[in-house]
């Protein structure tokens, strides 16, 4: 059973949506792969809303750079492995997609890396955010690359940047 709320962010409204006790999408307003609202279930409360919206205030507040909540990934074996591996780059830093690639084993699956990341349900809890360019550019984002800039910026991650260590 899916539930939703909304909750302000300086990134706007951000929709929380959780199947069960666990957190399986977060969506900014106007967000591209976004699915139809009446797939939020109805509006609700519950623990992992009261957790999320919580830790959420931490990170904008600078006081959070990682989140501790549960989470439910919907997608395929692959997409599912790329949104797990965006959780192991650390706050603050960037990674390509290239480097994931390489880093899930596949180094010729950038371009399928970038396909599944613009598609993670879990917007910056899983920091989708952190993937950019061979270059170190912004080469897209589901909530607009106005957003993209901000939460970089936000994290002060470094552009350009260093490449991401091999620890996924």
């Given at each position: 059973m899916r539930s939703h709320t909304v909750v302000d962010s300086p990134c706007g409204p951000?929709?929380?949506?959780?199947?069960?006790?666990a957190l399986c999408g977060l969506y900014m307003?106007?967000?591209?792969?976004r699915p139809a609202e009446p797939t939020f279930g109805a509006r609700g409360a519950g623990e992992v809303f009261v957790r999320a919206e919580a830790q959420?205030?931490?990170?904008?507040?600078?006081?959070r750079r990682e989140f501790d909540l549960p989470l439910a990934f919907?997608?395929?074996p692959f997409q599912r492995s790329v949104w797990a591996a965006l959780l192991e780059i650390p706050y603050g830093e960037t990674a390509s997609y290239g480097e994931l690639a390489?880093?899930?084993?596949?180094?010729?699956?950038?371009?399928?890396v970038g396909l599944a990341n613009g598609k993670n349900p879990i917007s910056i809890v899983v920091p989708c955010h952190r993937l950019v360019g061979s270059t170190g550019s912004l080469t897209g984002y589901g909530?607009?690359?106005?957003?993209?800039?901000?939460?970089?910026?936000?994290?002060?991650?470094?552009?350009?940047r260093e490449p991401m260590s091999t620890s996924v």
């Open positions: 951000l929709t929380l949506v959780a199947e069960d006790d307003h106007e967000q591209r792969h959420l205030k931490e990170y904008f507040a600078g006081q919907r997608g395929t390489q880093l899930l084993g596949n180094p010729s699956a950038a371009r399928a909530g607009g690359l106005e957003r993209k800039q901000y939460l970089l910026d936000f994290e002060g991650c470094p552009i350009p």
